[in-house]
């Protein structure tokens, strides 16, 4: 196996090295009483009104579930990232926004940045918004996108940001459930020079039952072209800003009071609304950004993820500016004007840490070096990616091509439910081999069980859990707690269950291995093979369907579609082209379906549930070894389906 140690360059400057991260890691997970003696030192990153006294208090019994960090603890999650930095770096940059167009920059100093999440803060309370009151973010990568998070931060407000990628339809169900009071968006959004119709979506989802709880919608100008405004309900952002005075009271918070709501995927059902705390969420955002990045007073910090993921929201704005560090936002994609896109901004900007996904390495590797090399890129000082196992060919590329083999790859394991990295190879840690998450961070205890829940040690492949707990995790379903304690603290009682799976080498490094649910992944985006299987049926054609995942070169994984047409219709493909469009209206352009198979049937067992697992090999090609088919109602349906798939 590979492994690349760290250049004597990196290690020269770095924040640790493999002994002393052993024994911190060891330190914090030693005793109960180390593991939170750790946090509370790790507690001290945080500006707090009221320091807290109590560290830790979880309980994972059934019957007397909780899960609370820091709870006598209160803060302000902006002034931990505004006004703190006010007194010593009032006009470091905060963020750089990077418009799609390259002719389009913007840089917005910390005392800036103060000043607007001030003023819409204010706005924002006297449109009657306040403490615990939901507001949906629908916006494009902009400042406002960033300023609108902290404003609703600063006056205790619980944000949950959607997509701008995602559908009136989606938008439309997260507004329902989360029956918020406020809509901040844009006119349009732009993306490698196409327009989305951001406002328009606005307006279709609120034509929805269930979303007349919307009092207020703010617009940011951002293109300029014309977009209905209706009389009282719509106001323009920057009117309010300029109406609006720059006094604005941070509130207090307790700790364990909401941050911010932020819908992902499962595998059953609607997106669930995974609930983030103040105090917890913070702590823990705030000191993984320093261990994971190595991060120094002049960094210039990217992270290419949207802030409508948990990415986006941990490491585009929380942990950058709590720290002080100048953070960049970016509006377009990496392909436009050209590829070269990626090296040019890193050049334009000085950028010292890039942050990314395997998807846009392996779109960008597949396009040739060339418009790599078409910059120095000697200001990146460290590489990471995030949401996907990364492939070896590509990371040997992201190290040796766009790191020119002197920057470490931080590939950083966590999900949205955990708010921050659990996993990762510290810089000057470890040495690092392609496509392993490698070590659990500081306080955190990963562990490998079997089916039965029995702890696998030594090397071994199984589900991945993590045992105790740390600040950063969720706490909670928005409305539904009960979907919560199902979903991940009723299958191995006791302990997280991460719904991914792991392998732990014979150096006792971690991988993991993919999800061992019926969530997707695709191109780094999490989306659940329900959500798309009832998107399909709501269309008249389609009678049933089952959705797997398939392997795909650039997305990781690609969507495949089996679907029973209801008699009458006949499979073509204009039909099928009308499905894809129909799905991809309801979710949103992520949800495009890869492969689509017209079929008569599907492998049931004599239960009645669908075998996915054939299914699943069937997407990938694979015809033979399709295991135990004798559970099977129909085994002649197998057959046919081959016939289907091999012939497409
Ligand atoms: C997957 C994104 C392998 C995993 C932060 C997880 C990864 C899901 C990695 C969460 C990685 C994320 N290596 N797989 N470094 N990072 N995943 O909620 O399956 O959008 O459960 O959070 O992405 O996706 P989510």
């Known amino acids: 196996m590979k492994k690349f140690p760290t250049s004597s360059e990196f290690a020269a400057q770095a924040n640790t090295n493999p002994e002393k991260y052993a024994q911190l890691y060891q330190q914090s997970i030693e005793s109960d009483e180390s593991n939170e003696a750790f946090w509370a030192k790790r507690a001290e990153l945080v500006d707090w009104i009221k320091k807290p006294t109590k560290i830790k208090n979880i309980n994972y019994d059934l019957d007397n579930f909780k899960i609370k960090w820091f709870e006598d603890g209160e803060l302000n999650v902006s002034v931990n990232c505004l006004d703190r930095h006010l007194v010593d770096n009032p006009y470091k940059p905060a963020i750089i926004w990077e418009g799609d167009h390259p002719s389009l920059h913007k840089i917005i100093s910390f005392k800036e940045l103060h000043s607007e999440v001030c003023r819409l803060g204010n706005a924002m309370r006297k449109m009657g918004v306040g403490k615990g009151d939901r507001v949906v973010l629908y916006l494009p990568m902009v400042p406002e996108a960033v300023v609108s998070m902290l404003a609703c931060a600063r006056i205790g407000a619980v944000h949950t940001v959607v997509f701008g990628g995602f559908s009136a339809e989606s938008l439309a169900s997260r507004i329902v459930d989360s029956q918020a009071k406020l809509v901040i968006t844009a006119d349009e959004g732009v993306r490698g020079g196409r327009y989305s119709p951001l406002k328009t979506n606005v307006d279709r989802a609120l034509d929805v039952d269930?979303?007349?709880?919307?009092?207020?919608?703010?617009?940011?100008?951002?293109?300029?072209?014309?977009?209905?405004?209706?009389?009282?309900?719509?106001?323009?952002?920057?009117?309010?800003?300029?109406?609006?005075?720059?006094?604005?009271?941070?509130?207090t918070m307790n700790a364990e009071d909401p941050l911010f709501l932020l819908y992902t995927s499962g595998s059953t059902g609607k997106p669930k609304g995974v609930v983030h705390t103040t105090g917890g969420y913070l702590t823990y955002a705030l000191s993984t950004f320093r261990d994971v990045f190595d991060v120094k007073e002049d960094d210039v910090f990217w992270c290419t993820a949207d802030v409508g993921w948990i990415t986006g929201h941990s490491y585009v704005t929380y942990a950058p500016l709590a720290n002080g560090t100048t953070t960049i936002v970016f509006e377009g994609v990496p392909q436009y004007p050209t590829w070269a896109r990626i090296g040019q901004i890193i050049d334009k900007h000085d950028v010292s840490i890039l942050y990314t996904a395997p998807t846009a390495i392996r779109a960008m590797m597949k396009e040739g070096d060339a418009y790599v090399r078409e910059s120095n890129r000697e200001s990146l000082r460290l590489l990471g990616t995030v949401g996907e196992p990364i492939n070896p060919e590509a990371w040997d590329w992201y190290h040796n091509v766009v790191g020119e083999g002197r920057c470490p790859i931080v590939d950083t394991w966590w999900q949205t439910e955990t708010g921050g990295i659990l996993m990762a190879p510290l810089p000057n840690s470890v040495d690092m081999k392609p496509g392993a998450a490698m070590n659990p961070l500081y306080g955190i205890k990963p562990v490998i069980?079997?089916?039965?829940?029995?702890?696998?040690?030594?090397?071994?492949?199984?589900?991945?859990?993590?045992?105790?707990?740390?600040?950063?995790?969720?706490?909670?379903?928005?409305?539904?707690?009960?979907?919560?304690?199902?979903?991940?603290?009723?299958?191995?009682?006791?302990?997280?269950?991460?719904?991914?799976?792991?392998?732990?080498?014979?150096?006792?490094?971690?991988?993991?291995t993919g999800r061992v649910d019926d969530v997707l992944n695709v191109s780094g985006h999490r989306i659940g093979t329900a959500e798309i299987e009832s998107a399909l049926v709501s269309h008249p054609a389609a009678a049933e369907t089952a959705i797997v995942g398939m392997p795909h070169e650039l997305k990781g994984q690609g969507i495949c579609a089996y679907i029973i047409l209801r008699n009458g219709e006949e499979d073509s493909e204009r039909l099928r082209?009308?499905?894809?469009?129909?799905?991809?209206?309801?979710?949103?352009?992520?949800?495009?379906?890869?492969?689509?198979?017209?079929?008569?049937?599907l492998p049931k067992t004599r239960s009645g549930k669908i075998m996915r697992r054939i299914l699943r090999k069937l997407a990938a090609g694979e015809f033979d070894g399709l295991g135990d088919t004798s559970t099977l109602a129909e085994a002649s349906v197998v057959d046919d389906l081959i016939k289907t798939v091999k012939s497409a």
Request: aromatic share 10%; charged share 25%; hydrophobic share 35%.
């Open 210 to 251: 269930g979303t007349e709880c919307i009092e207020k919608v703010i617009v940011v100008h951002r293109t300029g072209n014309s977009v209905p405004m209706s009389g009282r309900r719509d106001v323009w952002y920057h009117t309010v800003i300029d109406n609006s005075n720059e006094d604005c009271p941070p509130e």
């Open 449 to 512: 069980v079997d089916s039965d829940g029995v702890e696998l040690e030594d090397a071994a492949a199984g589900n991945l859990i993590i045992k105790d707990g740390w600040p950063g995790q969720m706490r909670t379903i928005y409305g539904d707690h009960k979907r919560f304690l199902e979903t991940y603290y009723t299958t191995y009682p006791g302990s997280y269950f991460t719904g991914d799976g792991a392998m732990r080498d014979e150096d006792g490094h971690l991988w993991i």
């Open 577 to 601: 082209g009308e499905l894809n469009r129909h799905v991809r209206a309801e979710i949103g352009p992520i949800a495009n379906l890869d492969a689509i198979y017209i079929v008569d049937a």
